[in-house]
Nanobody
Framework: QAQLVESGGGLVQAGGSLRLSCVYS????????MGWFRQAPGKQRELVAT???????GYADSVKGRFTISRAYAQNTVYLQMNDLKPDDTGVYYC??????????WGQGTQVTVSS
């Protein structure tokens, strides 16, 4: 059964860094764009970074230049390196397929809290 497991979140001061990991199982993810999403308290879930099967990446304006998404096919893992974190980056971070029709049910995600 395909699944996603996110990890790596935590509490960090503004300006700090965290590296999130998402281990996925299921062949559906190998050839499709994957993304990191975040949901801040009281807000809708938003897509912040994407990586396509060819390695191309994309970022929301709010994280561009600070976050880097990458994937390791051999380990079935997608990473999100987050630098220069800001309090507005606080939220629960999830990974999933970018295409809505390919997504699994959302997992528990990993909590990121940035203190000012």
């Amino acid at each position: 059964q395909a699944q996603l497991v996110e990890s790596g979140g935590g509490l960090v001061q503004a300006g700090g860094s965290l590296r999130l990991s998402c281990v996925y199982s299921g062949s559906i993810f190998r050839d499709n764009a994957m993304g990191w999403f975040r949901q801040a308290p009281g807000k809708q879930r938003e897509l912040v970074a994407t990586v396509v099967s060819g390695g191309g990446t994309g970022y929301a304006d709010s994280v561009k230049g600070r976050f880097t998404i990458s994937r390791a096919y051999a380990q079935n893992t997608v990473y999100l390196q987050m630098n220069d974190l800001k309090p507005d980056d606080t939220g629960v971070y999830y990974c999933n397929a970018v295409a809505a029709g390919l997504r699994l049910d959302w997992g528990q995600g990993t909590q990121v809290t940035v203190s000012s």
